[in-house]
């Protein structure tokens, strides 16, 4: 299998972003060379150095499917369309960060709505806002493809009308953890399939996995052949058929899902990778 997993309340704690409870499963796909591949809101700067401290290899996918980076060098290519950028190399699939804050900013003004983005905080406010480190916040703010922001209760929107703004636009809306985020067409399952395709072509046998907790990830959990959901409320059946909920929510519950996932595979007559 391959495993897709979002980060922020599913592989890491939502409060204080520990993944120390998914240890086990993690060390299990490590050692049977099953790739886990990041899928986040999250930026090439926070994921890379997350990459090495999570032990894992592979492509990792950033900002709601903006980008997908691919490990320079290793046994695998990366696919011809990709890029290189520093020891990585880069695949492009969303939209101008300048572009994503002018339209922001501009949708505001036309509509009557507070919606204040990264762009328009201080590290100060994005740290008051995630709980991040300040370290950790100057990496969320250094931003590619992907637009967090939030809507101020003064001016309430409903998310079906904001996404329908932004989609007038060319423009996706998606609803993470802690924050709304603009960005271009591709999204998490745009982004999975690019990585699924180029794991098949190196020969290996994609039965794919995905774990999200929230409203941005149910596009990848769609997608893959198994999907588990690790958000507090009610699992998400209408918008994701067959979803399984997890026991718990964040790291530990992505443990249990992981290692009774495993343990069940060879009984779903799946064949594992080369
Ligand atoms: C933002 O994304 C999260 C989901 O991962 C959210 O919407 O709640 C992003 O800005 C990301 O870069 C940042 O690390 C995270 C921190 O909670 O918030
Ligand atoms: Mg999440
Ligand atoms: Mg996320």
Redesign the pocket.
């Known amino acids: 299998p391959v495993i897709f997993t979002d980060?922020?309340g599913t592989l890491l704690d939502h409060n204080t972003y520990a993944w120390d409870k998914a240890e086990p499963a993690l060390a299990r796909c490590r050692a049977a060379k099953i790739p886990v591949v990041m899928v986040?809101?999250?930026?090439r700067a926070?994921m890379e150095p997350l990459q090495l401290e999570l032990g894992l290899e592979g492509p990792f996918i950033t900002e709601n499917g903006g980008g997908v980076f691919f490990p320079g060098k290793g046994a695998l290519k990366p696919p011809p369309e990709a890029e290189p950028a520093g020891l990585l190399y880069k695949l492009t699939l969303g939209v101008s960060y300048s572009k994503l804050c002018r339209a922001l900013d501009e949708t505001a003004l036309s509509f009557n709505l507070k919606m204040t983005g990264?762009h328009n905080m201080s590290i100060k406010d994005i740290m008051q806002l995630?709980g991040?480190s300040l370290q950790q916040a100057e990496k969320?703010a250094k931003r590619d493809f992907d637009e967090?922001f939030v809507l101020d209760p003064s001016t309430p929107c409903e998310d079906e009308k904001l996404r329908k703004i932004f989609r007038e636009q060319g423009l996706e809306l998606s609803i993470?953890?802690?924050?709304y985020?603009v960005h271009g067409k591709a999204d998490k399952a745009t982004a999975l399939d690019k990585v699924a395709a180029w794991y098949k072509t190196n020969g290996f046998q994609v039965i794919s996995v995905a774990l999200g907790d929230s409203q941005n990830d149910f596009s990848m959990l769609g997608r893959a052949d198994y999907a588990f959901y690790l958000g507090k409320g009610p699992v998400p059946a209408e918008e994701v058929p067959g979803v399984i909920q997890a026991a718990e929510p964040g790291p530990s519950g992505w443990n249990r899902a992981i290692l009774d996932f495993l343990t069940e595979l060879p009984n779903m007559g799946a064949i594992n990778n080369p």
Do not use: Q, Y
Not at 40 to 43: E, G, Q, R, V
Not at 176 to 179: T, V
């Open positions: 980060l922020d986040s809101s999250k930026t926070e990264f995630t991040l969320a967090p993470g953890g802690r924050f985020h």
